[in-house]
């Protein structure tokens, strides 16, 4: 999934996106014995026993420094979805949908007030899915800017 993604990605931003290295990609894709705690979640999906989707997500704790912050989310436990994906040949059939339900699920029964994910501006998929599909909002902005 992740040589997919990466594809995908490449093809429509080639300067920001690159293809993953083939060598060692399975085995770096294996989740590992702490893929799953009562802080960090990693969620395989299936469809007719193949394959399908893949998310991560880790609990934030909530601040020290929350009383000082301007951002009340800050004091509370918040879900972060790090990485979602999912084969394109199981694209618009809710697998990813999944995914994100039952993380939110994971993050609920931890306390975590919000979800937080970030996601490439640029693809005329993703963005779709998180605010129309997942009723996700924009709240931020990440800049970038080239050193070498």
């Not at 080639?14 to 060598?23: G, K, L, S, V, Y």
């Not at 999944?98 to 996601?119: F, N, P």
């Amino acid at each position: 999934m992740r040589l997919e993604n990466g594809s995908y990605y490449a093809r429509i931003a080639p300067t920001d996106f690159r293809i993953p290295d083939e060598e060692g990609l399975v085995e770096d894709s294996e989740p590992g014995a702490d893929a799953n705690t009562d802080t960090a979640l990693t969620l395989v999906a299936e469809v007719d026993g193949r394959f399908a989707g893949y998310l991560e997500a880790q609990l934030l704790p909530p601040l020290e420094s929350a009383r000082y912050q301007s951002q009340p989310d800050l004091a509370h436990p918040r879900l972060f979805i790090n990485a979602l994906g999912t084969l394109q040949e199981y694209w618009r059939r809710g697998v990813a949908t999944q995914l994100v339900e039952a993380a939110e699920a994971w993050g609920r029964e931890r306390g975590a007030l919000v979800s937080i994910c970030d996601t490439y501006v640029g693809s005329p998929v993703s963005i779709p899915f998180w605010e129309e599909r997942m009723g996700y909002e924009r709240r931020a902005v990440i800049l970038r800017k080239p050193l070498a």
